[in-house]
């Protein structure tokens, strides 16, 4: 048999390459023209398929950055950056976006517009540039792509907030760099089965793994790369903690109401719900604390709430959220969120305590919140001027002499937003909170 000489093989590769190149032209020129789409939610919550932004040349003769990635708001800046702008990006999930008020396009209410107006009016001697990299849905892999993109374009500063999505770890570090070609998704796409979306699509959220170890490990793995990127840029990086509803009942959202739809009710739980009903409430509470499941933990915070306990309920309603977040951010990873700010060139901005701090018994719940894990109007308006005096106190935003100028109050922002209370509660309404059936059903029996 005739060995094949070196030189033969690569004569033969050059045309399946040719064939390749040409398919993946053909497919993005496709795409671009928006003829074809190569993408399913699932792709877009974990990774970017390309460049996050692209030039344009616009009438003016200048260049702009704008979207090149369609899950992105519409938004435009300038390069290279005028002088006299204060440029501040920021970037992570449907919270960052400021969802319900921002969807697909700018629009106030969500933390963007309200820094952006605060440091206006602060600030007259800067042009200031909120520009909103976040996404819906997207978990820390995805922003870390957005981050590696934007931290180019010339920011002051940046503000990574996440932690609501973080339920999914690629099955190899080669799967975000091999998703960015056309020919690998479409093909990806092809062999799935044909009802893999449903009729429909299914919603995009990041499914939540049990293994919380890993998570919290590889979440910290991408956080801690943007503070090593940021630091090699020398660009200031505030990371900011997140804010959690840990009233939040779950269950009502799930398609069968019984807290446990594949088994009975653990024995522990049934025994302390008999108790409540014989109004012995402290034995009812001591049988919680050895019942590990998250009713039994969402319930031992209620019980302790009721009884002024509002330390250990805190912790309670804690430790269910961290058995079934409902994509809202387990603790531990704003813990780790903070281990990391503490660093070089990085600035902590930590939500989670400004949240504490407004809440009724420093336990967040609907007050704040229009469903799971997105703030009401004040919400994100009181995140916004905590990330404001960050940056203030930081020094990372300087003015002229006599500035910063006295903290505006909220009708004045309102009116440099064009808005109104009324207008926004409308906007957030659809979300509103509804606590009913499963768990809360429950609970109502105890009480």
């Known amino acids: 048999m005739r060995k094949i000489r070196p030189r033969e093989l690569l004569f033969a590769l050059i045309p399946l390459l040719a064939l390749l190149v040409g398919v993946t032209l053909l497919l993005d020129t496709l795409e671009r023209a928006e003829l074809i789409d190569t993408e399913v939610p699932d792709d877009t919550v974990a990774y970017l398929a390309g460049p996050a932004y692209k030039l344009e040349q616009a009438d003016d003769d200048r260049a702009y950055y704008v979207i090149a990635d369609r899950t992105l708001l519409p938004q435009r800046f300038a390069t290279p950056k005028e002088p006299g702008v204060f440029r501040l990006f920021i970037l992570g999930g449907s919270f960052a976006l400021g969802s319900p008020y921002v969807v697909n396009e700018p629009t106030p209410g969500g933390i963007d517009s309200w820094v952006r107006e605060e440091l206006a009016a602060r600030f007259p001697s800067l042009r200031i540039e909120v520009i909103n990299s976040a996404c819906g849905a997207q978990n820390s892999f995805r922003v870390k792509q957005i981050f590696h993109d934007v931290i ?82 020398d660009v200031p990086l505030v990371l ?181 209370p009324d207008d926004l509660e409308l906007a957030g309404s659809p979300f509103l909170q509804k606590q009913h059936g499963g768990i809360a059903q429950t609970i109502r029996r105890a009480r």
Not at 170 to 178: C, E, G, K, Q
Not at 179 to 196: F, G, K, N, V
Not at 315 to 337: D, K
Not at 358 to 384: K, L, T
């Open 152 to 233: 180019e374009f010339e920011p002051d500063a940046l503000l990574v907030v996440m932690g609501n999505n973080e339920g999914f770890i690629p099955p190899t570090s080669l799967h975000p760099l091999v998703h960015q070609w056309s020919l690998y998704r479409t093909m990806r796409a092809l062999i799935r089965p044909p009802d893999y979306q449903g009729p429909k699509g299914r919603p995009q959220f990041s499914p939540q793994l049990a293994n919380i170890n890993d998570l919290l490990k590889v979440f910290a793995g991408n956080q801690l790369e943007m503070v090593r990127s940021a630091q090699d840029h």
């Open 240 to 420: 900011a903690t997140m804010p959690i509803n840990l009233r939040y009942d779950p269950w009502p959202y799930r398609d069968d109401p019984d807290p446990w739809p594949d088994k009975p009710p653990p024995e522990c739980f049934a025994k302390a719900l008999d108790l409540f009903d014989r109004q012995q409430e402290q034995q009812g509470i001591e049988a919680l604390y050895n019942c590990p499941c998250y009713a039994a933990n969402y319930l031992l915070g209620q019980r302790l709430e009721k009884a002024g306990r509002y330390d250990e309920a805190r912790l309670a309603y804690t430790q269910a959220v961290t058995y079934f977040p409902s994509n809202r951010t387990r603790p531990g990873f704003n813990w780790a969120t903070r281990r990391n700010a503490d660093q070089p060139g990085v600035i902590l901005a930590d939500f989670e305590a400004v949240a504490e701090d407004r809440a009724v018994n420093g336990i967040p719940g609907a007050e704040q919140f229009v469903d799971y894990c997105h703030m009401n109007w004040s919400g994100y308006q009181a995140m916004a001027h905590e990330l404001v005096r960050t940056l203030i106190s930081s020094g990372i935003i300087r003015g002229a002499a006599g500035e910063p100028l006295p903290e505006p109050g909220t009708e004045q922002l309102l009116r440099r937003l064009g808005t109104t």
